[in-house]
């Protein structure tokens, strides 16, 4: 099995701090995806990249593909309330199955 | 309504009780997916299928049964339930390749006495 390894596994901030959070392996993904969960729901999907060193946006959020598309970062400016969650990064190798990280949790404090 | 619904979403049962677990999607995707996820551990593949003749076992399909009943219902089955399965369960769906969305649905807590 491929590891994703998803650091911080937990981030407590203030409203209006910037964070970034990160999805490392030493395995090289074909595509890699970004959910959010928020409690009693199921992940919802951010953002899908798929070619070495892409940068996507979604509004305040920034998602980074790395260069040999072996790790991802989650950027998000200004962080409000309604960002709180657990945020999961999913990588594909093949044309099966996804392998997801562990997730990250942030807690946004007004 | 949701596109995809599970049930039931929350359920309770004794050691060596069968169990199932249901899952159906409106979205007309040929592939579905179960999960469960555990606190720290993430999400993990029990089973998947890519179409109604198509099953495939997952990372930790041990304990677990599945059956594609038509093109949106696939159900889980846990033939004897034991405390370690005790966690949240999700049912996915989605249309093609693993560039495309996966839609879940929102989860079955299940505790196991």
């Known amino acids: 099995t491929q590891l994703l390894e998803q650091s911080p596994q937990f981030l407590s901030i203030q409203e209006g701090e910037n964070l970034t959070v990160y999805c490392n392996s030493s395995s090289v993904f074909s595509s890699l995806q970004w959910y959010r969960q928020e409690p009693g729901e199921g992940p919802v999907l951010l953002v899908t990249?798929?070619?070495?060193?892409e940068v996507k946006k979604l509004k305040r959020l920034t998602f980074q593909f790395g260069d040999a598309r072996k790790d991802s970062s989650l950027h998000i400016t200004a962080a409000q309330t309604g960002d709180t969650g657990l945020y999961l990064c999913a990588g594909a190798q093949g044309y099966s199955t996804l392998t997801f990280g562990k997730g990250t949790m942030l807690l946004v404090s007004p | 309504d949701a596109d995809v619904t599970q049930t039931p979403r929350n359920r309770i049962t004794k050691t060596g009780k069968r169990i199932m677990l249901e899952c159906s999607q409106t979205?007309?995707?040929?592939?579905m997916y179960w999960y469960r996820q555990d606190p720290g551990l993430g999400l993990r593949l029990i089973y998947y299928s890519f179409d109604v003749k198509d099953i495939n076992k997952g990372e930790i399909s041990d304990g677990y049964s599945v059956s594609r009943q038509a093109q949106a219902k696939f159900s889980l089955s846990l033939e004897s339930a034991i405390p370690n399965q005790t966690a949240l369960y999700f049912c996915?769906?989605?249309?093609?390749?693993?560039?495309?969305?996966?839609?879940f649905g929102p989860g079955t807590r299940l505790l196991v006495l």
């Open positions: 996915a769906t989605s249309a093609g390749d693993l560039r495309e969305t996966q839609y």
């Open positions: 979205k007309g995707h040929d592939r």
């Open positions: 990249v798929v070619t070495g060193g």
